[in-house]
């Protein structure tokens, strides 16, 4: 009998343990969808994409149709830096920080260019990168 309670208390203590070490994976803040130095606008803009239609869109890009999923369009916002036209290689656009307020998310860009006198190639450059914030809250960008 005395192994029996034993047993049982085992088998109760080991399955409330697994139970309880289960999590569900909480995704980060924002995520670099795409950043690349040639294939953006020619002009310099940041526009943030919210509504549904607008991120149905990015689904038809080849590079991001695998990256965004139909759950997405109600629970994320995406952001499209472009740097606009340059005429050498070395420029490049992304994301410095996110920080999440009680009311909006704050996102700043960082822009990198070559160094002055260093060797680049001199071709014309379109630096972009699309960014999803997993929040649906206000974006500002700065």
């Known amino acids: 009998m005395k192994k ?3 047993l049982s208390l085992s088998i109760l203590l080991y399955s ?3 139970s309880s070490t289960k999590s569900a994976a909480k995704r980060p803040l924002y995520e670099v969808l795409t950043q690349q130095n040639d294939g953006g606008a020619s002009i310099h803009f940041f526009e943030i994409l ?3 239609n607008e991120i149905k869109m990015l689904q038809s890009d080849e590079n991001l149709k695998n990256k ?3 759950n997405d369009i109600q629970t994320s916002n995406f952001v ?3 740097m606009g036209e340059k ?4 420029y ?4 410095e920080d996110v920080v999440e307020t009680d009311k909006n998310i704050i996102i700043t860009v960082k822009e990198t260019i070559p160094k002055p006198g260093g060797m680049v190639t001199q071709v014309f450059t379109n630096p972009f990168c699309v960014v999803r914030i ?3 809250k206000d974006i500002i960008i700065k």
Do not use: Q
Not at 87 to 90: D, F, Q, S, Y
Not at 92 to 95: P, R, S, T, V
């Open 4 to 6: 029996i309670a034993i």
């Open 16 to 18: 409330c343990g697994a």
């Open 50 to 52: 919210s509504e549904p």
């Open 68 to 70: 965004i999923s139909a």
């Open 80 to 82: 499209i830096l472009n």
């Open 87 to 90: 005429n050498t290689a070395g």
């Open 92 to 95: 490049k656009i992304g994301i």
């Open 134 to 136: 997993n929040s649906k």
